[in-house]
Every structure is written in C-alpha cells, then in structure tokens.
C-alpha cells in the first residue's frame, strides 16, 4: 500500500472512528455519572434523616449517647427506609426505588457494603474534644467500596474517567494527524509534476488542493468532536457529585459526633443485617424510641 493510498484510506476512515469513540465515551461518561449520582443519593437521604434527628433533639434531655450507637441507627433507618420499605410498597406504588437500573448497578448491595464498612471504622474511633478525621474515613469508606468503584462490578471507575476527560484533546490530535497524513499523501504527487506540462501540472495541483480540502476536514471533525465532549464533560461532571456526596456524608457524620456524649461500643448491639425484614426492624425501633420516651413507673 503506498502512502497516497494508506493516506486517502485513513482519511475517510478517521472521522468515522472519532465518530465511534465519542459515542462509547459518551456511554461510559453517562454510566460513571449515574452510578457516582446513585451512591450520592444515598448520602442526601442519610444526611436528611440526620438533620431531622437533631431537629428532634433537646439539649440535656438524654445524657451519655454513643456516637456509633448514633451513626448505626440513622444509617440502618436510611437503609431500611429507601430500599427494603418502599420495595415492598412498590406494588401500590408506580415509583419503586428498587428498579431494574438499580439492580444493573449494584446500588443497593452497595449501600450495604457502606453501611457495613463505616460502621466498622467508626467503632473503634477514640472519644476526644476534637473532632476525629471523619472526612478521612468518609473518603476512604467509598473508594474502596467495590459495588462503587467500577462500572457494571467490571470496569475500573476512576482509570475509566480518566481516559474520558482526556477524549477532547485526543480528538484535536486525531485531526491535526489526519490533515498531515493527507498532506503527506498528496506531497507525493507533486514530485511527478513536469513544469512543461502546464494543463498536466494544472491536474496535479487541482487533485492536491481537493486532497488538502478533504483532510481538512479530519481537523474539523477534531475539533467538533473536542467541543461535544468538553460539553458532556461539564454536564455529567462526576466529580461535582462526588465532592457533593463527600461533603454530605461528612457533615452528617460531624452532627452526630457532637450530638454525641461518647463512643462507647453497646454490649447488645446486634451487627447490621441488610436482609433484616425492614417493617420488623422501623417498628421495633419506633416502639424503642416510645418506650424511652415514658417515665418509669415505680413502687409505692
């Protein structure tokens, strides 16, 4: 194959190609952005119930409260209440939490693995005046959370985002190689000009600026192509969500430690279970919460 040929074959086959790559990036764009948006819902409906923990608290009414006792029962009551409840609502209701996306990326076996992995960090958390590097435990909680980390449970979430990020300069570069492959091709034409020859050399110079005009437009289609994904990029921005989502879980965990009076580890705490029946565990923790709220009776 000479290069005339190599050059006028890769010059109709480049934009097609770009064509092709921005499309599986795009998919790939969109499917980070759901998943990293996914695990961020979770983290706005833990910070929401927190919020209305503390709204409901009174200073001075229940004295000696364990932060891990805290951070157990808002992070199971989140679990319990966005998964379990309002799957066994979805019959009565057109809006299940638990739809088939969900199932597809791993949402809810991912929660759980949170609640799990947070829970275990926080129990061993020394009680100090200060505030303990909880952003520290929130970030490394969800990087290392499996079910998070990659898309469909198979590829690697943050090696994967890092090649679509650099897709709008890979495109300009794809271009500008195009064009110079054209003009490469069409360079060589010219060496077989006779200057006797005038209508000849005309021919020549014709087909060279048609050459030149067509690989063009692989620098055009570069830079298109660069322009729709900078775009993309900045609408399904996963890493807005993500600092959200940190930002979120950390201050919510914040409230709770200084709600809190210690970090004592309950002697009868029962460990997580995200296969609990979900009424069975909101009811018996409402009928806790009633029974604290009732004096003791004593004797006469």
């Not at 499309?23 to 759901?34: G, T, W």
């Not at 409901?56 to 209440?81: D, I, W």
């Not at 914040?254 to 309950?266: I, K, M, Q, T």
């Amino acid at each position: 194959m000479t290069t005339k040929v190599f050059a006028e074959y890769f010059i109709i086959v480049l934009p097609y190609a770009m064509a092709a790559a921005f499309a599986v990036a795009l998919f790939f764009r969109a499917l980070i952005y759901y998943t990293v948006r996914r695990h961020e819902w979770f983290a706005k409906e833990f910070e929401k119930r927190v919020n209305r923990f503390i709204e409901s608290e009174v200073p001075g009414t229940t004295p000696n409260v364990s932060f891990y006792a805290l951070a157990k029962k808002n992070l199971e009551r989140t679990y319990y209440e966005v998964f379990e409840m309002r799957d066994r609502m979805k019959r009565r209701k057109q809006d299940p939490v638990m739809a088939l996306s969900d199932r597809v990326f791993l949402v809810r076996q991912g929660c759980a693995w949170l609640v799990k992995d947070i829970l275990k960090q926080l129990k061993f958390l020394k009680w100090t005046k200060e505030t303990p590097k909880l952003l520290n435990i929130t970030k490394a909680t969800f990087q290392h959370n499996p079910c998070f980390n990659k898309v469909f449970g198979i590829f690697p979430m943050t090696g994967l985002n890092d090649l679509i990020s650099i897709m709008p300069g890979l495109f300009v570069v794809a271009g500008i190689l195009g064009t110079f492959i054209g003009i490469a091709g069409g360079l060589q034409e010219l060496g077989t000009m006779n200057l006797q020859d005038l209508e000849n050399t005309k021919n020549i110079m014709d087909r060279f600026l048609h050459e030149i005009s067509f690989a063009m437009g692989t620098s055009i289609a570069g830079i298109i192509f660069s322009l729709l994904s900078h775009i993309t990029n900045v609408i399904m921005s996963p890493e807005r969500s993500y600092v959200s989502m940190i930002d979120r879980f950390e201050s919510a965990l914040d409230l709770l430690w200084y709600r809190a009076d210690n970090n004592e580890y309950p002697s009868q705490e029962q460990p997580f279970d995200e296969h609990r029946d979900a009424v069975e565990a909101l009811a018996e923790d409402s009928l806790n919460k009633e029974i604290s709220k009732t004096p003791v009776s004593r004797g006469a």
